[in-house]
Protein backbone atom coordinates (compact mmCIF):
# COMPACT_ATOMS: atom_id res chain seq x y z
CA UNK A 1 0.00 0.00 0.00
CA UNK A 2 3.01 2.01 0.92
CA UNK A 3 4.49 1.95 -2.55
CA UNK A 4 0.75 2.83 -4.62
CA UNK A 5 0.32 6.19 -2.57
CA UNK A 6 3.99 6.66 -3.64
CA UNK A 7 3.18 6.31 -7.03
CA UNK A 8 1.85 9.61 -8.79
CA UNK A 9 -0.17 8.43 -10.95
CA UNK A 10 -2.39 6.57 -8.72
CA UNK A 11 -1.91 10.01 -6.41
CA UNK A 12 -3.34 11.73 -9.87
CA UNK A 13 -6.43 8.97 -10.46
CA UNK A 14 -7.65 8.94 -6.91
CA UNK A 15 -7.44 12.95 -6.90
CA UNK A 16 -9.46 12.95 -10.01
CA UNK A 17 -12.15 10.45 -8.44
CA UNK A 18 -12.00 12.68 -5.40
CA UNK A 19 -12.78 15.56 -7.67
CA UNK A 20 -15.82 14.16 -9.73
CA UNK A 21 -17.49 12.92 -6.61
CA UNK A 22 -17.47 16.63 -4.99
CA UNK A 23 -18.59 18.28 -7.82
CA UNK A 24 -21.61 15.68 -7.75
CA UNK A 25 -22.41 16.91 -4.38
CA UNK A 26 -22.03 20.71 -4.48
CA UNK A 27 -24.57 20.89 -7.92
CA UNK A 28 -28.02 21.47 -7.90
CA UNK A 29 -30.70 19.42 -6.41
CA UNK A 30 -30.44 17.55 -10.23
CA UNK A 31 -27.39 15.90 -11.29
CA UNK A 32 -25.27 18.55 -13.48
CA UNK A 33 -23.14 15.88 -14.87
CA UNK A 34 -23.39 12.43 -15.69
CA UNK A 35 -19.97 11.82 -15.87
CA UNK A 36 -20.11 8.93 -18.20
CA UNK A 37 -17.03 8.49 -19.81
CA UNK A 38 -17.27 6.76 -23.29
CA UNK A 39 -13.97 6.05 -24.57
CA UNK A 40 -13.96 6.02 -28.06
CA UNK A 41 -11.09 5.65 -30.60
CA UNK A 42 -11.49 7.86 -33.54
CA UNK A 43 -8.26 8.54 -35.64
CA UNK A 44 -6.28 7.37 -32.61
CA UNK A 45 -7.40 9.95 -30.45
CA UNK A 46 -10.15 9.93 -27.35
CA UNK A 47 -13.51 10.92 -27.29
CA UNK A 48 -15.82 11.44 -23.98
CA UNK A 49 -19.46 12.10 -23.64
CA UNK A 50 -21.21 13.54 -20.96
CA UNK A 51 -24.94 15.39 -19.67
CA UNK A 52 -25.07 18.44 -17.75
CA UNK A 53 -29.16 19.51 -16.47
CA UNK A 54 -28.26 23.32 -16.66
CA UNK A 55 -30.99 26.11 -15.79
CA UNK A 56 -32.80 27.89 -19.39
CA UNK A 57 -33.30 31.54 -19.53
CA UNK A 58 -34.90 33.84 -21.84
CA UNK A 59 -34.12 37.35 -22.95
CA UNK A 60 -36.62 39.18 -23.27
CA UNK A 61 -38.27 43.07 -22.39
CA UNK A 62 -40.40 41.84 -19.01
CA UNK A 63 -41.63 45.04 -18.35
CA UNK A 64 -44.44 44.72 -21.65
CA UNK A 65 -44.35 40.77 -22.23
CA UNK A 66 -45.00 37.63 -19.93
CA UNK A 67 -43.29 34.41 -21.06
CA UNK A 68 -44.59 31.23 -20.58
CA UNK A 69 -44.12 27.26 -21.91
CA UNK A 70 -40.19 28.21 -20.89
CA UNK A 71 -38.90 24.91 -19.28
CA UNK A 72 -36.93 25.59 -16.04
CA UNK A 73 -33.68 23.16 -17.20
CA UNK A 74 -32.59 21.62 -20.71
CA UNK A 75 -30.25 18.61 -20.92
CA UNK A 76 -26.89 19.42 -22.65
CA UNK A 77 -24.41 16.67 -24.11
CA UNK A 78 -20.84 17.36 -24.52
CA UNK A 79 -18.54 15.44 -26.79
CA UNK A 80 -15.00 16.00 -26.61
CA UNK A 81 -11.59 15.27 -24.58
CA UNK A 82 -11.53 14.58 -20.87
CA UNK A 83 -9.79 17.44 -19.85
CA UNK A 84 -12.42 19.64 -21.63
CA UNK A 85 -15.21 18.18 -20.58
CA UNK A 86 -13.75 18.31 -16.88
CA UNK A 87 -12.77 21.73 -17.20
CA UNK A 88 -16.52 22.57 -18.71
CA UNK A 89 -18.33 20.49 -16.05
CA UNK A 90 -16.67 22.15 -13.15
CA UNK A 91 -16.71 25.56 -14.43
CA UNK A 92 -20.05 28.17 -14.02
CA UNK A 93 -19.64 29.96 -17.23
CA UNK A 94 -22.15 28.01 -19.39
CA UNK A 95 -25.58 28.73 -20.07
CA UNK A 96 -28.58 28.12 -22.11
CA UNK A 97 -30.61 30.60 -23.21
CA UNK A 98 -33.85 31.60 -26.00
CA UNK A 99 -33.47 35.15 -27.54
CA UNK A 100 -37.19 36.48 -27.67
CA UNK A 101 -35.92 40.01 -28.47
CA UNK A 102 -37.86 41.42 -31.37
CA UNK A 103 -40.94 38.57 -30.73
CA UNK A 104 -44.42 39.92 -30.16
CA UNK A 105 -47.33 38.42 -28.57
CA UNK A 106 -47.99 34.98 -30.28
CA UNK A 107 -46.78 31.10 -29.86
CA UNK A 108 -43.25 30.78 -31.23
CA UNK A 109 -40.64 28.18 -31.95
CA UNK A 110 -37.79 29.41 -30.99
CA UNK A 111 -34.16 27.46 -30.66
CA UNK A 112 -32.54 27.20 -27.52
CA UNK A 113 -28.65 28.49 -27.54
CA UNK A 114 -25.93 28.25 -25.06
CA UNK A 115 -22.79 29.95 -24.02
CA UNK A 116 -19.75 29.36 -22.28
CA UNK A 117 -18.75 26.32 -23.74
CA UNK A 118 -15.08 25.29 -25.14
CA UNK A 119 -14.83 26.03 -28.62
CA UNK A 120 -13.24 22.19 -28.78
CA UNK A 121 -16.18 20.30 -28.23
CA UNK A 122 -19.43 19.26 -29.40
CA UNK A 123 -22.36 20.99 -27.62
CA UNK A 124 -25.62 19.61 -28.50
CA UNK A 125 -29.01 21.00 -26.38
CA UNK A 126 -32.06 18.58 -25.67
CA UNK A 127 -34.38 20.00 -26.84
CA UNK A 128 -32.63 21.97 -29.82
CA UNK A 129 -36.11 24.36 -29.59
CA UNK A 130 -39.56 24.89 -27.47
CA UNK A 131 -42.29 26.26 -27.98
CA UNK A 132 -42.96 29.63 -25.89
CA UNK A 133 -46.05 31.81 -25.72
CA UNK A 134 -45.52 35.64 -25.66
CA UNK A 135 -48.51 37.72 -23.82
CA UNK A 136 -48.77 41.50 -23.67
CA UNK A 137 -48.15 42.16 -20.12
CA UNK A 138 -50.61 44.28 -18.15
CA UNK A 139 -50.72 45.99 -14.51
CA UNK A 140 -54.34 47.86 -12.14
CA UNK A 141 -54.46 48.33 -9.13
CA UNK A 142 -57.70 46.96 -6.50
CA UNK A 143 -58.92 47.51 -3.52
CA UNK A 144 -58.54 44.82 -1.20
CA UNK A 145 -61.62 43.11 0.01
CA UNK A 146 -61.54 40.35 3.52
CA UNK A 147 -63.93 37.71 3.58
CA UNK A 148 -64.58 37.26 7.73
CA UNK A 149 -64.93 33.23 8.66
CA UNK A 150 -66.89 32.26 11.33
CA UNK A 151 -68.63 35.40 11.62
CA UNK A 152 -71.20 34.01 13.55
CA UNK A 153 -69.16 32.15 16.22
CA UNK A 154 -67.71 35.34 17.88
CA UNK A 155 -67.89 35.03 21.43
CA UNK A 156 -72.45 36.07 22.60
CA UNK A 157 -72.02 39.85 23.02
CA UNK A 158 -69.12 40.98 20.88
CA UNK A 159 -69.64 42.83 17.24
CA UNK A 160 -67.10 43.01 14.57
CA UNK A 161 -66.18 46.27 13.13
CA UNK A 162 -65.30 46.85 9.47
CA UNK A 163 -61.80 45.46 9.40
CA UNK A 164 -59.14 47.84 8.74
CA UNK A 165 -56.49 46.50 5.67
CA UNK A 166 -52.67 47.70 5.07
CA UNK A 167 -51.93 48.30 2.36
CA UNK A 168 -55.54 48.76 1.41
CA UNK A 169 -54.30 48.37 -2.41
CA UNK A 170 -52.77 46.14 -4.53
CA UNK A 171 -51.18 45.39 -8.00
CA UNK A 172 -52.76 42.72 -10.14
CA UNK A 173 -50.19 41.86 -13.08
CA UNK A 174 -50.48 39.03 -15.50
CA UNK A 175 -50.94 38.46 -19.05
CA UNK A 176 -54.05 41.08 -20.10
CA UNK A 177 -56.54 38.02 -21.39
CA UNK A 178 -55.90 37.36 -17.33
CA UNK A 179 -55.83 40.39 -15.57
CA UNK A 180 -59.24 41.37 -17.64
CA UNK A 181 -60.98 39.06 -16.01
CA UNK A 182 -60.21 39.94 -12.66
CA UNK A 183 -63.12 41.62 -10.60
CA UNK A 184 -61.83 41.74 -7.12
CA UNK A 185 -58.91 40.62 -4.89
CA UNK A 186 -59.69 38.81 -1.08
CA UNK A 187 -58.01 37.64 1.48
CA UNK A 188 -59.50 35.37 4.32
CA UNK A 189 -59.46 36.21 8.11
CA UNK A 190 -60.75 33.99 10.87
CA UNK A 191 -62.47 35.12 13.84
CA UNK A 192 -64.54 31.95 15.56
CA UNK A 193 -64.51 32.57 19.26
CA UNK A 194 -62.44 35.67 19.20
CA UNK A 195 -63.53 38.16 22.25
CA UNK A 196 -61.23 41.23 21.12
CA UNK A 197 -59.60 43.12 18.08
CA UNK A 198 -57.89 40.43 16.00
CA UNK A 199 -54.69 41.17 14.21
CA UNK A 200 -53.46 38.98 11.36
CA UNK A 201 -51.67 38.65 7.90
CA UNK A 202 -54.14 37.64 5.14
CA UNK A 203 -53.04 36.08 1.97
CA UNK A 204 -54.44 37.53 -1.25
CA UNK A 205 -56.15 35.58 -4.44
CA UNK A 206 -57.81 37.11 -7.32
CA UNK A 207 -61.09 35.99 -8.44
CA UNK A 208 -63.25 36.76 -11.56
CA UNK A 209 -66.69 38.26 -11.38
CA UNK A 210 -68.37 34.37 -10.75
CA UNK A 211 -65.88 34.05 -7.82
CA UNK A 212 -63.34 31.31 -9.51
CA UNK A 213 -59.54 31.86 -9.08
CA UNK A 214 -57.52 33.79 -11.38
CA UNK A 215 -53.36 32.92 -11.98
CA UNK A 216 -52.00 36.36 -11.76
CA UNK A 217 -49.16 37.96 -10.01
CA UNK A 218 -50.50 39.96 -6.97
CA UNK A 219 -48.34 42.73 -5.54
CA UNK A 220 -48.12 42.62 -2.26
CA UNK A 221 -49.40 39.37 -2.20
CA UNK A 222 -49.92 39.49 1.61
CA UNK A 223 -51.59 42.49 3.44
CA UNK A 224 -51.82 42.88 7.30
CA UNK A 225 -55.45 43.48 8.35
CA UNK A 226 -57.12 44.65 11.83
CA UNK A 227 -60.40 43.51 12.74
CA UNK A 228 -62.03 45.43 15.37
CA UNK A 229 -64.06 42.80 17.64
CA UNK A 230 -66.16 45.05 20.77
CA UNK A 231 -68.86 44.43 23.05
CA UNK A 232 -72.17 45.78 22.60
CA UNK A 233 -72.10 49.00 25.56
CA UNK A 234 -74.53 51.05 27.56
CA UNK A 235 -74.16 53.78 29.77
CA UNK A 236 -76.17 53.48 32.71
CA UNK A 237 -76.50 55.58 35.98
CA UNK A 238 -75.17 54.36 39.58
CA UNK A 239 -77.70 53.69 42.18
CA UNK A 240 -75.98 53.79 45.51
CA UNK A 241 -76.97 50.64 48.01
CA UNK A 242 -75.35 51.27 51.59
CA UNK A 243 -75.14 48.32 53.81
CA UNK A 244 -74.83 48.24 57.67
CA UNK A 245 -75.04 51.38 59.54
CA UNK A 246 -72.42 54.31 61.36
CA UNK A 247 -72.23 54.76 64.89
CA UNK A 248 -74.94 56.06 66.97
CA UNK A 249 -75.09 59.83 65.90
CA UNK A 250 -73.82 60.27 62.89
CA UNK A 251 -75.10 60.39 59.50
CA UNK A 252 -74.62 60.65 56.02
CA UNK A 253 -74.31 64.63 55.04
CA UNK A 254 -73.24 64.00 51.31
CA UNK A 255 -71.80 61.41 48.98
CA UNK A 256 -69.72 62.05 45.86
CA UNK A 257 -69.31 59.58 43.62
CA UNK A 258 -66.81 59.26 40.36
CA UNK A 259 -67.88 58.48 37.98
CA UNK A 260 -71.69 58.55 38.08
CA UNK A 261 -72.36 56.66 35.11
CA UNK A 262 -70.55 53.73 34.09
CA UNK A 263 -70.54 51.69 30.66
CA UNK A 264 -72.05 48.07 30.48
CA UNK A 265 -70.83 46.08 27.61
CA UNK A 266 -73.04 42.57 27.00
CA UNK A 267 -75.68 41.35 24.12
CA UNK A 268 -77.87 44.24 23.27
CA UNK A 269 -81.25 42.30 24.50
CA UNK A 270 -79.52 42.01 28.03
CA UNK A 271 -78.39 45.87 28.21
CA UNK A 272 -81.82 46.85 26.73
CA UNK A 273 -83.37 45.60 29.98
CA UNK A 274 -80.86 47.43 31.69
CA UNK A 275 -81.56 51.43 33.06
CA UNK A 276 -79.21 51.56 36.12
CA UNK A 277 -76.28 49.63 38.08
CA UNK A 278 -76.91 49.19 41.99
CA UNK A 279 -73.37 49.69 43.90
CA UNK A 280 -73.46 48.09 47.54
CA UNK A 281 -71.20 49.36 50.04
CA UNK A 282 -70.53 49.15 53.65
CA UNK A 283 -71.01 51.89 56.00
CA UNK A 284 -69.77 49.95 59.18
CA UNK A 285 -66.58 51.05 60.48
CA UNK A 286 -66.67 54.77 58.82
CA UNK A 287 -66.28 57.11 62.34
CA UNK A 288 -65.43 60.44 59.78
CA UNK A 289 -65.13 61.74 56.62
CA UNK A 290 -63.56 59.60 54.01
CA UNK A 291 -62.67 58.41 50.27
CA UNK A 292 -63.17 54.70 49.83
CA UNK A 293 -63.03 51.85 46.78
CA UNK A 294 -65.77 50.22 45.73
CA UNK A 295 -65.93 47.05 43.34
CA UNK A 296 -68.50 47.90 40.77
CA UNK A 297 -70.83 44.36 40.11
CA UNK A 298 -70.72 42.74 37.07
CA UNK A 299 -74.74 42.43 36.38
CA UNK A 300 -76.03 39.13 35.16
CA UNK A 301 -75.73 38.67 31.46
CA UNK A 302 -73.29 41.12 31.22
CA UNK A 303 -70.01 40.37 29.89
CA UNK A 304 -67.76 43.61 31.52
CA UNK A 305 -68.18 46.75 33.23
CA UNK A 306 -66.14 50.25 32.71
CA UNK A 307 -64.48 51.22 34.87
CA UNK A 308 -64.36 48.13 37.54
CA UNK A 309 -64.12 50.96 40.88
CA UNK A 310 -65.78 53.66 41.64
CA UNK A 311 -64.60 56.46 44.03
CA UNK A 312 -66.73 57.52 47.14
CA UNK A 313 -66.27 60.52 49.02
CA UNK A 314 -68.11 60.13 51.71
CA UNK A 315 -68.89 63.48 54.50
CA UNK A 316 -70.62 62.22 57.70
CA UNK A 317 -72.33 64.80 60.29
CA UNK A 318 -73.74 64.72 63.77
CA UNK A 319 -77.47 63.31 63.45
CA UNK A 320 -80.01 65.45 64.58
CA UNK A 321 -83.73 65.38 64.53
CA UNK A 322 -86.35 67.98 64.16
CA UNK A 323 -90.05 67.79 64.28
CA UNK A 324 -92.50 70.21 62.35
CA UNK A 325 -96.25 70.71 63.33
CA UNK A 326 -99.22 70.87 61.76
CA UNK A 327 -97.84 69.67 57.88
CA UNK A 328 -100.73 69.79 55.45
CA UNK A 329 -101.73 65.75 54.27
CA UNK A 330 -102.21 66.27 50.15
CA UNK A 331 -104.61 63.56 48.94
CA UNK A 332 -103.22 62.05 45.58
CA UNK A 333 -104.51 59.61 43.20
CA UNK A 334 -107.75 60.67 43.08
CA UNK A 335 -110.62 59.25 40.41
CA UNK A 336 -113.53 60.85 39.02
CA UNK A 337 -117.10 59.92 40.09
CA UNK A 338 -115.94 59.30 43.99
CA UNK A 339 -115.78 61.54 46.91
CA UNK A 340 -112.94 61.15 49.31
CA UNK A 341 -113.14 62.17 52.80
CA UNK A 342 -110.55 62.59 55.55
CA UNK A 343 -111.45 60.80 58.74
CA UNK A 344 -107.79 60.62 60.71
CA UNK A 345 -106.31 62.84 60.85
CA UNK A 346 -110.07 64.96 60.85
CA UNK A 347 -108.20 68.33 60.62
CA UNK A 348 -105.71 67.04 57.72
CA UNK A 349 -102.19 68.05 59.29
CA UNK A 350 -99.67 65.85 60.91
CA UNK A 351 -96.30 66.28 62.65
CA UNK A 352 -93.23 65.86 60.48
CA UNK A 353 -90.11 64.64 62.28
CA UNK A 354 -86.67 64.86 60.18
CA UNK A 355 -83.62 63.36 60.97
CA UNK A 356 -80.28 63.70 59.02
CA UNK A 357 -77.16 66.21 59.30
CA UNK A 358 -77.42 69.18 61.97
CA UNK A 359 -76.78 71.47 59.12
CA UNK A 360 -78.81 70.43 56.54
CA UNK A 361 -82.48 69.68 58.83
CA UNK A 362 -81.64 72.93 60.50
CA UNK A 363 -81.74 74.50 57.01
CA UNK A 364 -85.31 73.27 56.11
CA UNK A 365 -88.34 75.30 56.38
CA UNK A 366 -91.97 73.73 56.79
CA UNK A 367 -93.26 75.03 53.85
CA UNK A 368 -90.64 72.52 51.74
CA UNK A 369 -92.27 69.80 53.36
CA UNK A 370 -94.19 67.69 51.33
CA UNK A 371 -97.07 65.11 52.97
CA UNK A 372 -99.36 62.81 51.04
CA UNK A 373 -101.53 59.82 50.63
CA UNK A 374 -102.24 57.80 47.75
CA UNK A 375 -105.55 56.59 46.87
CA UNK A 376 -105.27 55.21 43.86
CA UNK A 377 -107.23 52.15 42.82
CA UNK A 378 -109.29 52.45 46.09
CA UNK A 379 -113.32 51.12 46.06
CA UNK A 380 -115.53 52.84 48.23
CA UNK A 381 -115.72 51.86 51.62
CA UNK A 382 -113.44 53.04 54.60
CA UNK A 383 -109.40 52.28 54.04
CA UNK A 384 -106.51 52.66 56.23
CA UNK A 385 -103.21 54.20 53.98
CA UNK A 386 -99.93 55.55 54.93
CA UNK A 387 -99.14 58.62 55.44
CA UNK A 388 -95.56 59.67 53.25
CA UNK A 389 -93.45 62.01 53.75
CA UNK A 390 -91.71 63.11 50.25
CA UNK A 391 -87.60 63.15 50.53
CA UNK A 392 -86.63 66.81 50.07
CA UNK A 393 -82.87 66.51 50.70
CA UNK A 394 -80.41 63.82 50.58
CA UNK A 395 -79.77 61.97 53.53
CA UNK A 396 -82.46 63.15 55.37
CA UNK A 397 -85.30 60.80 56.47
CA UNK A 398 -88.79 61.89 57.12
CA UNK A 399 -91.54 60.35 59.46
CA UNK A 400 -95.21 61.22 59.91
CA UNK A 401 -97.46 61.56 63.16
CA UNK A 402 -99.87 59.85 62.63
CA UNK A 403 -97.60 57.67 60.40
CA UNK A 404 -101.48 56.37 59.33
CA UNK A 405 -104.55 58.05 57.80
CA UNK A 406 -108.24 57.01 57.60
CA UNK A 407 -110.71 57.60 54.48
CA UNK A 408 -114.00 57.26 53.49
CA UNK A 409 -114.49 56.60 49.77
CA UNK A 410 -117.76 57.19 48.36
CA UNK A 411 -119.59 57.50 45.06
CA UNK A 412 -121.22 60.58 44.05
CA UNK A 413 -124.64 60.26 43.70
Do not use: C
Not at 118 to 144: A, C, R, S
Not at 240 to 269: M, N
Amino acid sequence: MDKLLKNNWFVKIISFLIAVLLYANVVTNEPAGLFQFDQKETGGAEVHNNLLYIDLTAKYDDQKFIVSGLPEKVTVQLRGSKDSILKTTLANGHKAFVDLRGLGPGIHEVNVKTTGFDDGMVVTVVPKTIEVKIQKKETKTLPVQIDLINESKVKDGYEIGEPIVSPSQVEVTGPKALVDKVSFVEGLVDVKGKSETVEATAALSAYDAEGNEVNVTINPAVVQVKVPITAASKNVEIQLKPKGSLPDGLTIQSIDKKPAQVTLFGPEKVLEDLSYIEVPFDLSGIQDDQTIQVKIPVPDGVSKVSPEQLTLTIDVAKKVSKTFQDIFVDVTGKSEGLTYTLEKPDDGLVDVTLTGPKETVGSVDPDQIEVYIDVSNLAPGEHTVPVQVVSLKNHVEGSADPKQAKVQVSSKE
